[in-house]
Nanobody
C-alpha cells in the first residue's frame, strides 16, 4: 500500500503563505481522490481540500479563494498552496485518500501567528 509523507509546515505570520507537499512511496494513480485534512487542538479532524484524478476539486468554505490543492501524478506528489493564512488555520495537516483507507501519516504542523 502506498504510504504518504507530509512536509512543508512551519511558523508563519498571518497573511503569509506556505506550500505543503505530500510525497507518496509509489504511484498515486491508484488513489482516485486525495485530500488534505487538518486537526486543530481540541477539534475534530476535518477535510480541507480534495482533488480527484480527473482534476475536480473541493474546498471547505473557510479556505476557498485562499488554498489551492494540486497533484502531480508523474512526481507522485500532492500539494496544498496556502495563501492569506489566518491564525485559525493553525493545525496539524495530513494528506490521505478520500475516504481514508490507510493509517494516518505523521502530518506537518502549520502555525499561524497573529
Amino acid at each position: 500500500q502506498v504510504q504518504l509523507v507530509e512536509s512543508g509546515g512551519g511558523l508563519v505570520q498571518a497573511g503569509g503563505s506556505l506550500r505543503l507537499s505530500c510525497a507518496a512511496s509509489g504511484s498515486i494513480l491508484s488513489i482516485d481522490t486525495m485530500g488534505w485534512y487538518r486537526q486543530a487542538p481540541g477539534k475534530e479532524r476535518e477535510l480541507v481540500a480534495a482533488i480527484h484524478s480527473g482534476g475536480s476539486t473541493y474546498y471547505i468554505d473557510s479556505v476557498k479563494g485562499r488554498f489551492t490543492i494540486s497533484r502531480d501524478n508523474a512526481k507522485n506528489t500532492l500539494y496544498l498552496q496556502m495563501n492569506s493564512l489566518k491564525p485559525e488555520d493553525t493545525a496539524m495537516y495530513y494528506c490521505a485518500a478520500v475516504p481514508v483507507d490507510r493509517p494516518w501519516g505523521r502530518g506537518t504542523l502549520v502555525t499561524v501567528s497573529s
